[in-house]
């Protein structure tokens, strides 16, 4: 599906490295570029037209993020990308509110951004970290998370859908158990609000983060929304000028109101417009159809590749477009080299999820990430290269 | 260099790697290069006595660059004084980064005369000597 809105696509490339990054479709450059060549302005100070042209823009993406996902508006924090919100949760709001002994749930397909700052939280204050273990597909089940809750557990924090399995967790049930058992739910959606519907209401979920540049947007912004309650009690990581009401000599000080008061100095201004544009982009595809679509791929690829004896797959039943495979007796970083001879894009590693390796008993896979521009060509091509795959070492040394 | 030449070099060292397998002994010096990479594993260690060294050993998980240049290292470093060892990593990495170098110091290691055409691969190849670096920086 609209393959010529992206002009990287022109140069014949197949592009599965959609879990790392997505491509940008012509209009939010666009948007971007109108922001430095025709209305460049700092915002929220200038009462010129330029800058009244760049407050409306600017302030309109926070609408239409609460359109995209269905949340308050005046929740939505701009931030510089999913890992800096989960941190702003993690330090911002549980660094105040967890004290030792409280238990947090996690499991260890999550990507670094939902471990490490939790492991520097225990050694802060004393939280204890448990991992739910995972079922034989290495998914995590609300069955496996409703057993491991004890009554120490105050938070559980998951992805919607992992970056090497891609399960798609079921966030709805666990979010109203979440609520139901006072438990906070901070949910990664990294690798969901670009590919399909999520609802952050609906979900029962309290806090969600996410990045643009993996949902066609630029680099450098994410978002991060909060329950209203709780991002008033949840305190800034940075201090300076657009986040106070007034300070004195006297030390006093007061914040302006969130979100605001969560977004200190000059924001990136260019990108929250690129990702406004891109959520606009994204919603006039529709999310459902987004998902459809990488499953149909995902099907057929796997229907294309089920006599292959030389592929080990590792989330065949995964409800979303990641396939995570290896050649047999083939290092990871080799056949992404070897696929890059037939200019195919994947990635090749541990994709940041280092305690996967406990579950799957194996370091690195070849990952395939689809979006809505690959279509059933690109899935051919790479199945062809697959095939050749015996003459690996002759194409890359 | 022949190509098909160049292949089989990379390709036996890759596969069945010499100096693989990591011992118990306290007079190693080691190193972990995971750090240096996302992907590459590889533990090293090396042994050095009265300025020569004696032995390196490596073990772990990495790509076919990496690996083979590994293998191939270990062998023409094992035996060579510290100095020496200094001047055959000083030319490997002008050889890789396309600066003047002494191929005749170099041996076997020159089947990587041509991994700056692939510019993700220098890192892999210059593993080994990153490695190698690292422990004699422990000597100090």
């Not at chain 1, 609802?199 to 978002?223: A, N, Q, R, W």
């Not at chain 1, 990952?367 to 890359?396: C, P, T």
Request: net charge negative.
């Amino acid at each position: 599906m609209n393959r010529e809105d992206f002009p990287m696509l022109e140069d014949n490339i197949v592009y599965f490295d959609n879990g790392a990054t997505t491509l940008k479709p012509r209009c939010v450059v666009e948007a971007m570029n109108r922001y430095y060549y025709e209305h460049t302005s700092n915002i929220h100070r200038g009462d010129y037209t330029a800058a009244m042209i760049t407050n409306e823009l600017y302030d309109g993406v926070r609408n239409l993020v609460g359109e995209f996902i269905h949340c308050d508006p005046n929740c939505v924090v701009y931030t510089s990308g999913a890992t800096h919100s989960l941190n702003m949760v993690v330090f911002g709001y549980m660094r105040k509110h967890l004290k030792k002994g409280d238990e947090v749930l996690l499991n260890k397909a999550e990507h670094a951004s939902n471990i490490l700052p939790w492991i520097k939280l225990r050694e802060e204050i004393g939280i204890e970290i448990r991992y739910v273990p995972l079922n034989k597909q290495y998914e995590l089940t609300y069955e496996a998370i409703e057993k491991s809750v004890t009554d120490k557990t105050k938070v559980i924090s998951l992805a919607h859908v992992t970056n090497v399995i891609g399960d798609v967790r079921d966030v709805k049930r666990i979010g109203k158990f979440c609520r139901e058992h006072n438990i906070l739910f901070n949910v990664d959606g990294a690798q969901s609000v670009p590919h399909m519907k999520v609802d952050f209401e609906d979900s029962y979920m309290d806090f969600l983060s996410f990045s643009g540049h993996k949902m066609c947007g630029p680099t450098g912004v994410g978002i991060l929304v909060g329950r209203k309650d709780l991002l008033e009690e949840m305190e800034p990581l940075c201090y300076g000028g657009g986040m106070n009401s007034f300070f004195e000599e006297d030390n006093s000080y007061e914040l302006k109101e969130v979100p605001v008061r969560f977004e200190a100095g000059t924001p990136p201004i260019a990108e929250v417009i690129g990702l406004g544009e891109a959520i606009r982009y994204l919603m006039n595809i529709g999310m459902d159809r987004i998902h459809e679509h990488e499953m149909k791929l995902k099907k057929y690829l796997l229907e294309k590749i089920k006599d292959f004896d030389s592929i080990i797959l590792y989330n065949k039943s995964s409800d979303s477009g990641i396939l995570a495979f290896n050649l047999n007796g083939v290092f990871a970083q080799d056949s992404s080299v070897f696929l890059n001879h037939y200019h195919i894009a994947v990635r090749a590693g541990n994709h940041c999820a280092k305690m996967l390796k406990d579950e799957v008993q194996i370091k690195n896979t070849v990952r395939v990430s689809m979006y809505f521009y690959n279509n059933y060509e690109d899935v051919d091509r790479l199945v062809e290269a697959l095939q050749n795959s015996h003459d690996i070492f002759k194409v890359v040394l | 260099m022949d190509e098909n030449l160049r292949r089989e070099i990379i390709l036996d060292n890759y596969q069945n790697p010499e100096n693989r397998g990591l011992i118990e002994d306290k007079d190693y010096l080691k190193v972990n290069t995971n750090s240096e990479s996302c992907i590459d594993n590889l533990d090293f260690m090396m042994k050095i006595e009265d300025g020569i060294v004696k032995d390196i050993r490596f073990d772990g998980e990495a790509c076919a660059i990496s690996t083979s240049a590994t293998s191939i290292m270990i062998r023409k470093l094992i035996g060579k004084t510290v100095s020496e060892v200094k001047t055959i990593l000083e030319n490997y990495r002008n050889m890789i980064y396309e600066k003047e170098y002494d191929s005749e110091l170099l041996g076997e290691l020159n089947v990587y005369d041509q991994i700056h055409k692939q510019p993700n691969r220098i890192h892999c190849a210059l593993l080994p000597s990153i490695a190698v670096e690292k422990m004699l920086e422990e000597l100090k």
